[in-house]
Nanobody, 128 residues
């Protein structure tokens, strides 16, 4: 069993930055893919980015246009999502999730239902 815990959310002005963390515990995250999703009020949960744990291969949702960066520290068993040039439309609850993966990105990574483990979420609010 894997437990995930996000931190780092908060209130920031448009154009600002935040770094979200996702600490994994319970077992090694080796051979997993970590995904980040977000959910705005009244909207469905959407894919933001993912990273393969062993190889550190990232994949980003096209709408980000380079504003966010995903990484992981295998020694700390922690993943990160760096948010930059934030916009009010980035507001929402950000979740990290884990699924056993093949070590490369697949379209399966885009779908929330394919993830086995979820954190509790961290709120990001961007003011205009």
């Amino acid at each position: 069993q894997v437990q995930l815990a996000e931190s780092g959310g908060g209130l920031v002005q448009a154009g600002g930055s935040l770094r979200l963390s996702c600490a994994a515990s319970g077992r090694t995250f080796s051979n997993y893919t970590m995904g980040w999703f977000r959910q705005a009020p009244g909207k469905e949960r959407e894919f933001v980015a993912s990273i393969t744990w062993n190889g550190g291969v990232p994949y980003y949702a096209p709408f980000l246009k380079g504003r966010f960066s995903i990484s992981r520290d295998t020694a700390k068993n922690t993943g990160y999502l760096q948010l930059k040039s934030l916009k009010p439309e980035d507001t929402g609850v950000y979740y990290c999730a884990g699924r056993r993966g093949p070590g490369v990105f697949t379209r399966v990574d885009l779908v929330p239902d394919n993830y086995e483990y979820w954190g509790q979420g961290t709120q990001v609010t961007v003011s205009s």
